[in-house]
């Protein structure tokens, strides 16, 4: 019996969240000490008496790896496609094997090669960016993550684009709709509407990326401090956190680019759940640290929640 390693691994990662993350936003004080301090990080970190059991941990400006990572890996992927698509080109047997791996040697092209590689490419785009973000424009304050976190994180990017891969025209062992050949021809509506709200949330996360790291800078443009301060500007006069949301926009984006594809609304609710619950865990961090935090702000979603 084959196994649809991708799926299962999203949603184990998404029951993490929704479980764990549940008991501590209802239950935190019922808990055994090891549970926040494995799930909180960064500023809101876990501040009570250390647990018993020994919790791994990295320096939160690790994050830097996820990116390194994904600046290799996603081009990669656009590649293979690119040399598919455009040249015709054959898939060599070890991606062939892998991705049987991952999603299993039943798998079927499910979306149009035009959508496919309009995916990869603005999936490729997001991992430069975020590369050169956390090179050169974010601060990392001295907080620490778990390990555990840190392993996710490389999970998340590998298994983002393999999610795209597994059923893609070309790279699965049955594709009698869709031919492996990128056409103008097969664009949708939902392509156009996907790609345009994905570089819109892609735009703003970026401002918001620059307006954080500007909280701890002069005006000479030279790091003073490290401190958490309330941000302001753009979509911040909104939510408390419009980076998680527009993260979540993208993926729903991508959603959109590739409807019709069965793997990635997992790679989806694992990003929805993940992106809301650490919305709303630095929301209350916020309420609880600054007396003239704006009361009209809300944590994840304008107006809502």
């Keep these: 019996m084959e196994f649809n ?47 018993s059991i020994v919790v791994l941990e990295v320096p939160k400006r690790w994050f830097k790896h996820f990116y390194v990572f994904a600046g290799i890996w996603s081009p990669l992927c656009l590649g293979l496609a690119a ?39 603005l999936l490729t785009l997001q991992s430069w960016r975020r590369l050169y973000e956390t090179f050169f424009v974010s601060i990392f304050s001295d907080s620490n993550i778990n390990l555990a976190h840190y392993i996710i994180g490389f999970l998340h990017y590998f298994g983002a684009m393999a999610a795209v891969l597994v059923e893609a025209p070309g790279l699965t062992p049955i594709s009698i709709e869709h031919k492996a050949v990128v056409s103008l021809s097969e664009l949708r509506w939902t392509d156009v509407v996907g790609a345009a709200l994905f570089l819109w949330a892609w735009l703003h996360q970026y401002r918001a990326a620059n307006i954080l790291s500007d909280l701890r800078k002069n005006k000479k443009g030279e790091v003073v401090t490290l401190k958490h301060n309330i941000p302001s500007g753009d979509w911040f006069e909104l939510v408390s956190s419009p980076h998680l949301l527009c993260e979540t926009l993208m993926y729903l984006a991508v959603s959109l680019i590739l409807l019709g594809n069965y793997t990635w609304p997992f790679v989806f609710f694992w990003v929805l759940s993940n992106q809301m619950e650490t919305a709303l865990l630095t929301h209350w961090w916020y309420l609880s640290h600054f007396k003239d935090y704006p009361k009209e702000r809300h944590a994840f979603v304008p107006y809502l929640l």
Excluded: W
Aim: aromatic share 16%; glycine share 10%.
């Design 83 to 121: 040399h598919i698509y455009f040249l015709g080109g054959n898939v060599p047997q070890i991606v062939t094997y892998g991705l049987d791996l991952l999603g299993t040697s039943h798998r079927k092209a499910s979306v149009s090669a035009t959508s496919v590689f309009i995916a990869l490419a």
């Design 5 to 51: 390693l991708l799926k299962i691994c999203f949603t184990l990662m998404t029951l993490f969240i929704v479980v764990i993350g549940g008991l501590i936003n209802n239950f935190e004080k019922c808990l055994p000490a090891f549970f926040a301090q494995t799930f909180r990080y960064g500023k809101f970190a876990y501040k009570g008496k250390p647990s």
